[in-house]
């Protein structure tokens, strides 16, 4: 995790600071191309039969961001017209604040857009893995410290890694970063306006119908048909409207959310709702995280307890009001048998 120190043991370690570039940690299979990646490094391509290509900065889209590297978990996003959009991340950091990058490319791997938000006082953020909607990509910045004794007295000679170096601090808040993605027009789905009717009649134009949308207002709607059922008795078909797109007030911009401290690693989904807001599921630690925890035995016993113990959780994001809200239904621990449970 986050590297090592090259190997040799402590007669070769000291003030070798550098770190190992070992891209184990997830796979991108895009535009016929596969990638190996580490969010410390650039990626590693691997040809058709997983042998190693080389190093890459990805057509060179992401070199010239900081020090390069790109993230080790990544978001795919099915466009309305079926499209997709890959997007990753670069993080870059300091002292005082962080500096993270998100890359968007099409389907042929060409960048789309490359966007940079910058985060005051999230040098030690640890930005593992994001999410995105519509009109946002989400990062969550967790509450970490530097605990520079390690870092002087065990990292600098050798005898812990990076990660050892980086301390659950429960007297800081979680953050929630959301950066407007660009090119969006702002608009949001309304799950309320879903049923509608198109009549067909020969020689004549499709008449549509919505339920509780006055006619004046139909331009602003971008509408998706999900499901199309057609009687050749009646020339008429009635039509599932899958969802409208209702504009928001105003462009959106970045804005960073706080609540109480957790850990948290991987993200599951995000979405928005008809108010704009937005919902955030993830894997959460209530408890912290240790990373000079021993890991060689992984047994159920060890998620069972704090601070490995994990719960599913959903946070209700208010962009307007920067409040965050933790619906209690939505949280549930996972059992530590689900650990074990082999997914198809």
Known sequence: MLGGLCAGGGFFNPFNLEIKQIANTNVLHWAGRTFALHERDLPWELDSSLHTVGRTDLDGTVGAVGKPNFGSHFR???EDDGSKRLVGTSFDEDLRQGKLTFFEYNERMELLYRTTAELPGAGFGFFHDIAMTENYYIALENPISMDFSTLLLRYMTGRACLAECLKYDPSKRTKIHLIPRPGRSGGYFHPTL???????????????????????????????????????????????????????AGALKQVALECSPFFCFHHVNASEDSAGNVNLDLIAMHGGVDFSMNFSNLSHEFFAKPPWRTALTRLNLSPATAEVQLPHAASRAISPDAAAFKHQ
Do not use: D, K
Not at 202 to 220: D, E, Q, Y
């Open 194 to 248: 879903q049923q509608g009717i198109i009549t067909c009649m020969p020689g004549f134009m499709m008449l549509l119908a919505l339920t509780h949308i006055p006619l004046p207002v139909l331009a602003v709607f971008t509408l998706q048909v999900l499901a199309v059922s057609c009687c050749q008795s009646s020339h008429s078909a009635a039509c599932l409207l899958m969802s409208c797109r209702v504009p928001h």
């Open 76 to 78: 795919v996003f099915v």
